[in-house]
């Protein structure tokens, strides 16, 4: 390993001791900002350095994410002086902005500067599987023998932070709907818990060694089982066979497949709408108090924007009422909780880049499997976009970042065989 591979893997390892000091919000951005400053120190010197520590120059995809990035970062500041938030506010929000939205294009271009191998992020994964494994019966048994949720909160809560639940140790919590139990493992809460269980299980499947794999895969399952997360077991389907079966695209059998598909589903095209309504609504009920708050917050906060802040927002997350249950507009929906807090501009300055990594990423797959754990990774961070606010959360999902930056990396790119290029050419 190059001594960047092999912080990154420490680093990743030691999650679980991290949490117990409640320093997770802390290495992120840490983590994320030095690595970087240490590329751009790479880039100016790099005839003088090792050359295991020289970094190369990004594509394109990453200068994207960076202009885009920064520009929400002026939307963050034109909502706050159109609602005269005041100097302290906007200072803050800058820090949070440094902390959240900034840690996309940072790990994202760490990832493809220093060509970090997926392989080595894939097999520190299924590490920390093994760890979550050990430490699963104490979790487990901790509710039946009456352990307290919440052990305690750390002091590095002092740093600042969107609340205390980002420095809190749990064991478990209680789902308030129904009483049940919820783990959600070294997150803030149960439901990201999913997306952690989502990204250890699509990395895990792409491990060589099948003792490594087993473990990964077990463990990812464990945590999206026992998060309870609705939105992670549809993470998983669409992780796995979307990367899997876009190749496909390049045969002509499948061409008439997909055709022959859709004649049966057209002919039975009533009983299809019902079955697929049914299934959604079955979906939908299983937290049935979650889904009527998250559509409560996602109606106010969309009748807000438009009504109130449509271009910049209204640049900072409100105070919900009881209706919502005090959850705060403008969160549990990063697309919703854009439009709210930086309006339709700062929407755009998020959606341009993820489509653009979508198209890279997709291409890729076609072509290669080294696109095939990229793509799935943002595929499963797409879809809790639409049930988290991703920007808070994103200090834990830099080995998901890293992955797809490094598949971004122009050399990270296998040539097609000749057979797969005259195909592509000729679906073209």
């Known amino acids: 390993m190059t001594p960047p591979e092999r912080l990154l893997t420490h680093v990743l390892k030691l999650t679980w001791a991290f949490y117990l000091f409640g320093a997770l919000y802390v290495v992120g951005p840490v983590l994320a900002w030095s690595l970087a400053g240490f590329v751009v120190f790479s ?65 994202l271009f760490i990832g493809a500067a220093l060509r970090i191998r997926p392989e080595i992020i894939v097999r520190a994964q299924c590490v920390l599987g093994l760890q979550t494994l050990i430490l699963l019966p104490l979790l487990l048994i901790a509710p039946m023998i009456g352990l307290p949720e919440k052990l305690y909160t750390s002091p590095l809560r002092a740093v600042g932070g969107p609340g205390p639940e980002y420095f809190s140790v749990y064991f478990y919590t209680t ?9 959600q493992f070294w997150t803030p809460w149960s439901p990201f818990a999913g997306l952690i269980g989502v990204v250890l299980t699509l990395c895990a499947i792409e491990e060589r060694h099948p003792v490594w794999r087993a473990i990964g895969v077990t463990a990812g399952l464990i945590i999206v089982v026992l998060c309870k997360s609705r939105m992670s077991l549809i993470g998983i389907v669409v992780g796995f066979a979307v990367p899997r079966l876009l190749p496909l695209l390049l045969r002509s059998w499948a061409w008439m497949a997909l055709g022959a598909l859709s004649t049966v589903m057209v002919a039975a095209g009533t009983w299809t709408v019902m079955t697929l309504s049914e299934s959604w609504q079955a979906f939908r009920d299983l937290r049935a108090n979650s889904t009527r708050v998250r559509d409560t917050l996602q109606s106010i906060a969309k009748e807000r924007w438009w009504t109130e802040a449509p271009w910049f927002g209204h640049g900072s997350v409100e105070p919900g009422a009881h209706v919502t249950e005090h959850m705060l507009i403008g969160t ?23 489509i653009w990594t979508l198209v890279m990423l997709m291409r890729l797959t076609m072509v290669s499997r080294r696109g095939r754990l990229p793509l799935g990774l943002m595929l499963g961070m797409l879809l809790f976009s639409f049930g988290e606010n991703l920007e808070v959360l994103v200090y ?13 990396a122009p050399d990270s790119r296998v040539q097609p065989f000749t057979a797969e290029r005259r195909a592509m050419r000729e679906a073209w």
Request: net charge positive; proline share 6%; charged share 10%.
């Open 396 to 408: 834990m999902l830099w080995p998901a970042l890293i992955i797809i930056g490094s598949a971004l």
């Open 175 to 183: 789902d308030p709907a129904n009483g049940s139990w919820r783990w």
């Open 332 to 354: 549990h929906h990063t697309w919703f909780g854009l439009l709210f807090v930086k309006g339709a501009v700062g929407l755009l300055m998020f959606a341009i880049p993820i």
């Open 43 to 107: 880039l100016f010197l790099a005839p003088l350095m090792r050359e295991d520590l020289r970094a190369g120059l990004p594509p394109l995809t990453i200068g994207v994410w960076f202009i885009c990035m920064t520009g929400m970062l002026i939307v963050l500041w034109v909502g706050h002086v159109d609602y005269s938030l005041g100097t302290g506010k906007t200072i803050k929000s800058s820090i949070g902005w440094a902390k959240g939205w900034a840690l996309f294009p940072l790990f």
